[in-house]
């Protein structure tokens, strides 16, 4: 699945030797916590939370912006969106 995989998500775990995949931190969000990628980003480039939620910063921010995912002809349900890609993303 790693070779299959369209967005190049997938790797193999350096420990477990399994093909394994973001979980967006799920050991995070149980406690409340951000992704940690979210966390530490110096540019503020990601923003985590739901979509459908009017208060939530990631609600107001796909409404105020024109968002896409990778490759939407492949019909994968991705759960990572982009604001204002403007070309083919690789």
Same mark, same amino acid.
């Given at each position: &699945?790693? @070779? $299959? &995989?369209?967005?190049? $998500?997938?790797? #193999?775990?350096? #420990? ?8 967006? &931190? /799920?050991?995070? #969000? ?13 540019? @503020? $480039? ?27 002809? #492949? ?6 969106? /982009? $604001? ?7």
């Amino acid at each position: &699945c790693i @070779q $299959a &995989c369209p967005y190049g $998500a997938r790797y #193999l775990h350096p #420990l477990t030797r399994v093909a394994d995949k973001c979980t967006f &931190c /799920y050991h995070r #969000l149980v406690r409340g916590l951000l992704p940690v990628c979210v966390e530490v980003c110096p540019k @503020q $480039a990601r923003i985590f939370g739901d979509m459908k939620s009017i208060a939530s910063p990631l609600g107001r921010f796909t409404r105020m912006n024109k968002i896409h995912v990778l490759k939407p002809s #492949l019909n994968t349900d991705p759960k990572v969106y /982009y $604001a204002n890609l403007d070309g083919e993303v690789n």
